[in-house]
């Protein structure tokens, strides 16, 4: 793969350093007023919205695919049914129940795939890519496109606290450095690259949300988040299957090299650093 | 790098004080004796020719933790290697942690709370074979005997747990103060490195008691380990066997470096304790309680007695396969062999078939990695104590030369030599 990418992203290695020994001197305490984040609150909430709009839909027509019978169709649509899963967690992952059986891993239970209490995305996916098949999975596609309907109410219902949002951002980079880039978020269809995507779309959407606040305090900061995150997207891009069309989706992550593992890592962490540091770049609480 | 001076201005650093440092070495104690005391303001001083934690007492814990270097071209190595100067100076010497602005996360992992004590820590930076591949335009000055660790014929290496492109030794009094360095470095270099295996463990401390001779700590096997080690504080000895100088034929860049060779070697303990204890000593060629070599009847010896072996060209007294007889048998033509041990006991949890998953952090320094560590690992093919051990990890480093004062650095002269 290229590795042309700008190395402004390292700048943090230092400044980890460095902006630790600033505060000696400088206060960083942010000037954004409350009233001013009302607006990208609102926007995020819009965006949530629309994606849970498309996780509906496409749960629909996967959890059909499975009580149908058609593994093949069933395998084609499980990536890109998740991807909006993905791209909204931090808000997901507000109900731990249902966050717990839409989006849980074998690796969550006691007994692994054969616990009871194992459903949603994942039960199926052992089924359709691990076993080939859909038998038995009637129960586990209701139950999926009952808890995707019941998460969409809720989500209607929520009022969007600024910290949990801007927080988000955050979050999504520790699920990337936590379980993509291992690759064990979907071990058995290796479409992990799917929810890399996913993931790296929600927290650059709240960045972008925040970034106009942000960079009246600190501009520095902006640019290198920005180009981290181009970073990731450019390796990223390689790996899909045709760069026009983004609904064709990522290579098998068996195919990811070590080597783009490791190129991934870097920014990866970067952001993760950088962005925990976004709520006090606001001054959020 | 311009951060570089304000970090180093922005924490109070300890004075040094290698007053204390000397006074812990105490007379005649080799690298590998019991440490005998957990002083948290021991500190060691960090510029000097050579890096501390090679001829340095070992304290009670120490880590290997071998890492892949990310950086993307020889700037950002450079980068790396000033951080990590920056944050070794700082945790060693200890001082005070700045405080932030309580909406950012805090600047270090506050384990040992605002104030860090030096507490004995000594981080000691080495490279691997692998860093002078194609990416930085080191290949042209690689050490000469660095290379990737081969198996030998005992081992059963898992690759998650060998090599690496850089490692670092942290050793101190205590675990904590380990880690401690470890989170903070890992947390100053993102991007630049990741986490490839780790492996830290422990000795025994043994309070000091009247009358009493220095004794090497036990190993997981309850032997004395160290016995016969050169010793540290004999400077001509360690410019002859440890660190590499003008006579070793090395890039000039690397005097004052050191190689270092790391082994994770699993002990089968329950096994070993149902080992008589006379073939136990047999295997190891000494008395298990004493650490004293073999001898014939007679009141028995004290550790550090030299075994004569050829008064016993048959192996009558000390078998001709006995561990130490291999690795040192005390020959003119071996005496270029000798390394210096400096390893640490672990133990991991345990395995699917319930026994401990304990062993040696074995870590040893030479001069030439050929004539010490592959040369003795050799001779030891094939012991008799191969039946309760397995190496399943480690990797070939080499020790950078030290950082000699403020405006140097770690690696300094390995990035100007193929500058």
């Not at chain 1, 450019?234 to 190129?263: I, M, Q």
């Not at chain 2, 950002?76 to 000033?82: F, N, Y």
């Not at chain 2, 030096?118 to 290949?139: E, I, K, Q």
């Not at chain 2, 700590?217 to 003008?246: C, H, I, Q, T, Y």
Request: aromatic letters at 8%.
């Amino acid at each position: 793969m290229k590795t042309i990418i700008p190395k402004t992203w390292l700048a943090a290695g230092a400044l980890g350093l460095v902006s630790s020994t600033m505060t000696l001197t400088t206060t960083a305490h942010a000037d954004v007023a409350p009233a001013a984040l009302v607006g990208p609150v609102a926007d995020y909430k819009l965006y949530v919205l629309d994606n849970l709009e498309q996780l509906v839909s496409h749960t629909e027509d996967f959890t059909a695919a499975v009580q149908a019978g058609d593994v093949d169709k069933a395998q084609a649509l499980y990536a890109p049914t998740r991807v909006y899963y993905e791209r909204i967690e931090p808000i997901a992952e507000l109900f731990a129940d249902l966050d717990a059986s839409i989006d849980a891993r074998e690796d969550d239970y006691e007994k692994g795939v054969e616990d009871p209490d194992f459903t949603g995305f994942h039960r199926l996916e052992y089924a359709l890519f691990h076993d080939n098949s859909t038998q038995g999975m009637e129960t586990y596609a209701l139950g999926l496109m009952d808890d995707v309907n019941d998460l969409d109410g809720r989500v209607q219902d929520l009022t969007f606290p600024p910290q949990t949002v801007v927080g988000g951002a955050a979050a999504l980079m520790e699920e990337v450095a936590a379980t993509k880039v291992s690759g064990e978020e979907d071990r058995y269809s290796r479409t992990d690259l799917w929810d890399f995507q996913g993931n790296v779309d929600g927290a650059r959407e709240i960045f972008d949300l925040f970034k106009p606040l942000a960079a009246k305090e600190d501009a520095d900061f902006v640019a290198r988040v920005q180009d981290n995150f181009d970073d990731v997207e450019a390796t990223l891009a390689d790996y899909r299957l045709d760069a026009d069309d983004p609904n064709a989706g990522f290579e098998s992550y068996d195919k990811v090299s070590d080597a783009d593992r490791r190129a991934l890592t870097g920014p990866v962490t970067v952001l993760a650093e950088d962005l925990s540091t976004l709520r006090g770049v606001l001054g959020l609480n | 790098m311009s951060g570089l001076g304000v970090a180093l201005g922005g924490f109070a650093l300890g004075s040094a004080c290698p007053a204390r440092a000397l006074a812990a070495t105490g007379h005649g104690q080799d690298v590998t004796s019991a440490p005998q005391q957990q002083d948290s303001q021991l500190r060691y001083p960090f510029h000097g020719l050579h890096q501390q934690g090679v001829v340095t007492p070992r304290p009670a814990s120490g880590m290997l933790v071998a890492f892949d270097v990310l950086a993307r071209d020889r700037d950002d190595l450079e980068t790396l290697l000033k951080i990590l100067t920056e944050r070794i100076a700082f945790l060693t010497q200890g001082g005070r942690i700045p405080e932030r602005d309580p909406l950012f996360p805090p600047p270090d992992s506050g384990i040992l709370g605002p104030q860090i004590a030096p507490d004995g820590l000594t981080v000691t930076l080495a490279v691997g074979d692998s860093l002078f591949d194609d990416r930085y335009g080191l290949g042209d000055v690689r050490p000469r005997h660095l290379q990737r660790m081969q198996g030998f014929p005992n081992d059963a290496l898992e690759a998650a747990r060998c090599h690496g492109d850089l490692a670092l030794q942290i050793c101190a009094n205590t675990l904590d103060t380990g880690y401690h360095a470890l989170r903070d470095i890992i947390k100053n270099t993102p991007g630049l490195l990741m986490v490839r295996w780790k492996q830290e463990g422990t000795v025994p401390l043994l309070p000091p008691a009247p009358g009493d001779v220095d004794g090497s700590a036990r190993n997981f096997l309850g032997f004395r380990d160290g016995s016969a080690n050169p010793e540290g504080d004999d400077a001509a000895l360690m410019d002859e066997l440890v660190w590499v100088g003008k006579h070793h034929d090395e890039p000039a860049w690397a005097n004052g470096g050191s190689y270092l060779a790391a082994r994770i070697i699993r002990n089968f303990v329950e096994r070993w304790d149902r080992t008589p204890l006379h073939e136990q000593e047999m295997i190891f060629g000494r008395r298990k309680v004493s650490g004293a070599p073999l001898s014939e009847d007679g009141p028995e010896g004290k550790e550090q007695d030299v075994p004569d072996y050829s008064s016993d060209p048959e192996g009558e007294i000390t078998p001709l396969d006995a561990h130490i007889r291999l690795a040192n048998p005390r020959t003119p033509e071996t005496a270029g062999n000798r390394i210096l041990r400096r390893p640490f006991n672990y133990s991991n949890g345990v395995e699917a078939n319930g026994q401990l998953d304990m062993g040696l952090l074995f870590l040893c320094f030479q001069a030439d990695l050929e004539a010490g560590f592959i040369t003795v690992q050799q001779r030891l093919d094939g012991e008799p104590l191969e039946e309760y051990i397995k190496p399943v990890g480690g990797g070939y480093f080499f020790v950078l030369p030290g950082a000699q004062d403020d405006t140097d650095f770690l690696g300094r002269s390995l990035l100007a030599a193929t500058a």
